[in-house]
């Protein structure tokens, strides 16, 4: 079945630093991948995504670009702050099914 | 801004108890869904729900489980016979009408533990 791999945490940062949150995924088809955030005691809530091969998903800094050909869908910031302290989850959507497949998710600390 | 939002925050049961986990998606939104995340665990699918209907459900989503829209706002997971195992942090997510893109918006959560 499909699935998501994503780096384990915690990653700890300083304010500034670059940071990178490695994901691959296992699915049939041509899934949309998608990053999605939970600050401390909220809910998840969308980051950014990407719907083919290719794509670059954007938002607050972050990117992250769809890679058929690894099968990879990494997230990338260039200089943390302390607000994007939280935990990251990369997922998969088939459109087929209507559900969202997650990975562990990766919780970032970023000190000041 | 519109949200999602459950009840109760954080609920302590006993063994074999009836739980009820209350959502209000939000008001325009037609899907709806059931996630759950054991602790330092993965973010599981339980269930889908449209047109007052399962549409989709997972191996987890067992006869213990059930969905339900009593009314127009609220959307409800009732777990008939709670199990240790069962101690999770339960989300509820819902979606806009149109084409399925996965975008969910998710609640803060329903922490659940059986003792």
Partial sequence: GDSVTQMEGPVTLSEEAFLTINCTYTATGYPSLFWYVQY???GLQLLLKATKADDKGSNKGFEA?????TTSFHLEKGSVQVS???VYFCALYKAAGNKLTFGGGTRVLVKP | EPEVTQTPSHQVTQMGQEVILRCVPISN???FYWYRQIL???VEFLVSFYNNEISEKSEIFDDQFS???PDGSNFTLKIRSTKLEDSAMYFCASSPPGINTGELFFGEGSRLTVL
């Fill in chain 1, 40 to 42: 401390p005691g909220e």
């Fill in chain 1, 65 to 69: 670009t769809y890679r058929k050909e």
């Fill in chain 1, 84 to 86: 994007d302290s939280a």
């Fill in chain 2, 29 to 31: 939104h037609l899907y």
């Fill in chain 2, 40 to 42: 330092g665990q993965k």
């Fill in chain 2, 67 to 69: 969905v339900e829209r």
